[in-house]
């Protein structure tokens, strides 16, 4: 028995798909795409006119929490968020209890995951144990056992030989470095965007320089060892600069960008001392919310990304500088990309495919999914033009720590498939 | 008289005219404060809570002499008697005073913001008596307070603020409420001691050199330096500091006659100071506006508080 999505508007640059057709689904793979295909007696049939279908979206930066703070967020309730948010996959972050820096953890995430089914999850190992940056992390095993990219994320890799030294190990397995940017002498304690937001709310700054720096850094060594970096959370104008510069001259190196990054800024703290604001890195100005729109806009941002960074209510009711820092976003991002930018006409939603699947799962180097006869069924089905208010019906995640919450989206996933089965039907978690 | 603030946390949302208020307000405060017998029923069956949640002196004791002279009920929590120490939110903390029926919080704590934080949870009026290195808005008042006394006026003035602008929770209420009241302001101090965007705050001139700036000054404001700050070297020594901008007998011959020389306190000799300009007998002002405080935070109760519809002489 097979299934038939019938007159969805499917958009697949990697293939030059931009139409409206029809798409036959036989067991995990996607079997045809065509106009008006023919259907068998046994099929079912989905009609998703009005509805656009892409490659199933990727969210590249997602905090899962388990193991270890499953008060926040656990593998079965992040991977549900992932999926009514239109996700077909995430990459999870290491900097959990214990940190995902073995083979065993690895393994751990992938079971609990393939357990919950409500997404793929590919999960990062540390670069270092326990994210220390002292000691290289066992690569080669957690390679072996499934993880697909290395990241202290949390928190940058300090020393520039040891990050050297993690470069120059680590490529022998082809993986990508994800690279957590943040010179800590510099950084310090900082709270918010060191200037204006510092300023006026009387907190320590975290200067843009705290991050450029190790940009600067982690490219000049991906120049020097030849690996394949990834820059995290890019939140600069100087930090894009640095790596459409690098990209310029050749050097292997890829960023992402935040929706919190992308559309937020430092004045929306004026005044509010709002924890769910606190982000790391944190909300910069204007202008180089702006510099992001223009690198995703000329390629220089390769990905958008959520950083979904969920914590317990409580945790984040507390004085701003005692609040833990990050943002849930799984279940908003792509209405806000269609809402903030493609709607406006800033990127089209072939460009928000590649941001948002077709160039995440590259970096990755995970399989990759089109909409073409013989791929993995991964597909992401969404309206593009349903209304809805962010938080109103409640949160899949545990959490409900997001900085966007009341905001009034246009566009939202209605059904998602995984290796053809379905997790997401009619908006309602499979 | 007009005055329909429920806090006082950030200075900015007051007008010229609120501020004239309060120090017209405080000028009849001083008047009861001069009394032989130094109290009035104004605020009587009001309660206030003290809530000091960092170490304190005259701040404190200020607003505790305040509300006793108003005859308000007061509650002191805070401290090392404070319940977050057993590991309790400051929200949950503020839910369980206000069970109490509480009418006003005064607080003092290391962490911007915490003041807001309170009235997010609480329908009592809250007054900010300190909050990390963000602001410190009574010390605002009580120093416009002491100028506007001395000087007659505000506007027009040319106020120089010395030393550890960035982490001063005093620059973050005073500059922009000299800003209101008319005041030019020029900031001084080393660059390890600025804040990122000083112009957000409203300052006018920026100015590394001390000896530079006293001839135009009509009030020389000198910091508190933290000397606990040294661990993270924003300068080499106190030795340094003090030649630097230290107001020494030797820099009053750079000074306007009429100049006048304040600090919020506690001092310390030697650093900001050398011991004759901070005693100088005529232009020093820093017992006046330790006396300012409590006519000040008196007439911040009272506005607050709702006291003006019961009339100042009740």
Not at chain 1, 87 to 106: E, G, K, L, Q
Not at chain 2, 179 to 201: F, H, N, Q, R, S
């Amino acid at each position: 028995m097979a299934l038939i999505l019938r007159n969805a508007h499917v958009i697949d640059p990697a293939c030059g798909l931009d139409g409206v057709l029809d798409v036959r689904i036989a067991g995990e793979r996607i079997e045809r795409v065509g106009e008006r295909l023919e259907g068998g007696d046994s099929d079912d049939q989905l009609d998703l006119t009005g509805c656009c279908l892409v490659p199933g979206l990727v969210d590249m930066h997602v905090h899962l929490r388990e193991p270890g703070y499953e008060h926040k967020e656990d593998i079965e309730s992040g991977t549900r968020a992932a999926a009514v948010g239109g996700f077909t996959a995430v990459c999870s972050m290491p900097n959990t209890d214990p940190v995902s820096d073995s083979a065993s953890v690895i393994e751990f995430v992938l079971s609990r995951a393939r357990a919950a089914g409500h997404c793929r999850v590919h999960p990062c190992g540390a670069m270092t144990k326990g994210e220390r940056g002292e000691i290289l992390s066992e690569m080669g095993d957690m390679v072996a056992h499934g993880a697909v990219a290395f990241t202290d994320d949390g928190r940058g890799v300090q020393s520039a030989g040891m990050m050297r030294r993690v470069m120059d190990y680590g490529k022998m397995f082809g993986k990508v470095f994800m690279s957590h940017c943040q010179d800590e002498d510099l950084v310090g304690d900082g709270q918010v965007n060191e200037g204006v937001a510092s300023t006026k709310l009387g907190l320590l700054g975290w200067p843009a320089a705290g991050e450029e720096l190790q940009i600067a850094r982690d490219i000049r060594l991906a120049e020097l060892t030849g690996a394949r970096l990834h820059i995290q959370h890019v939140s600069t104008a100087r930090g894009v600069e640095l790596v459409r510069a690098a990209k310029a001259r050749g050097i292997p190196v890829t960023c992402e960008a935040t929706v919190h990054h992308l559309f937020l800024t430092e004045d929306d703290l004026d005044g509010t001392y709002d924890t769910n604001l606190k982000v790391n890195p944190p909300l910069r100005t204007a202008a180089d919310a702006a510099a992001l729109v223009e690198g995703l806009v000329d390629k220089t941002i390769d990905a958008i990304v959520t950083d979904h960074a969920p914590h317990a209510a409580w945790e984040k009711a507390r004085e701003f500088e005692l609040a833990p820092f990050g943002m849930t976003g799984l279940e908003s991002s792509l209405a806000l990309v269609i809402s903030k930018l493609v709607r406006p006409g800033t990127i089209s939603y072939a460009r928000m495919v590649e941001l948002m699947s077709i160039r995440p799962r590259e970096i990755l180097g995970v399989d990759s999914i089109s909409i073409t006869a013989g791929s993995p069924a991964d597909v992401t089905v969404f309206d593009p033009n349903l209304t809805w208010t962010l938080g109103r019906d409640g949160y899949q995640s545990k959490a409900e720590n997001c900085g966007f919450a009341g905001t009034e989206l246009t566009g939202r996933a209605v059904d998602v498939f995984v290796s053809g089965r379905p997790t997401l039907a009619d908006g309602a978690i499979c | 008289m007009s005055f329909d603030h429920k806090h006082l946390i950030d200075i900015a949302e007051y007008s010229d005219t609120d501020i004239m208020t309060l120090l017209e307000t405080a000028k009849a405060f001083s008047e009861v404060n001069r009394r032989a017998i130094k109290k009035v029923p104004t605020l009587k069956g009001k309660t206030v809570v003290n809530m000091f949640n960092e170490p304190s002196t005259r701040t404190r004791s200020s607003f505790e002499l305040a509300e006793k002279r108003l005859s308000a009920d007061s509650l002191n929590c805070g401290g090392s008697s404070t319940s977050t120490v057993k590991g309790e939110s400051l929200i949950d903390t503020v839910m369980t005073l206000d069970a109490y029926q509480i009418d006003m919080i005064i607080v003092r704590d290391k962490h911007a913001g915490a003041p807001y934080i309170i009235t997010q949870h609480s329908p009592a009026s809250v007054i900010d008596a300190g909050d990390g290195k963000h602001g410190h808005p009574t010390q605002a008042l009580l120093d416009l307070y002491t100028i506007w006394q001395h000087r007659g006026r505000i506007e027009g003035l040319r106020v120089g603020i010395v030393g550890d602008i960035g982490h001063s929770r005093v620059c973050g209420s005073l500059i922009p409420a000299l800003k209101i009241m008319g005041a030019e302001v020029t900031v001084v101090g080393p660059g390890t001691l600025m804040p990122a965007c000083p112009d957000v705050l409203g300052v006018d001139h920026v100015n590394l050199n001390l000896d530079d700036v006293l001839p135009d000054l009509d009030v020389v404001y000198m910091l508190r330096i933290q000397k606990e700050r040294l661990e993270g070297a924003p300068f080499p020594s106190l030795r340094e500091y003090h030649g630097l901008y230290g107001l020494t007998r030797a820099r009053e011959r750079l000074m306007r006659p009429d100049a006048l020389i304040a600090h919020p306190g506690p001092i310390n000799r030697g650093v900001e100071f050398d011991s004759h300009m901070a005693d100088h007998p005529v232009r020093s002002v820093i017992l006046d506006q330790v006396y300012a405080g409590i006519c000040v935070r008196m007439a911040a109760l009272f506005l607050l508080l709702g006291g003006a519809e019961n009339g100042l002489d009740s």
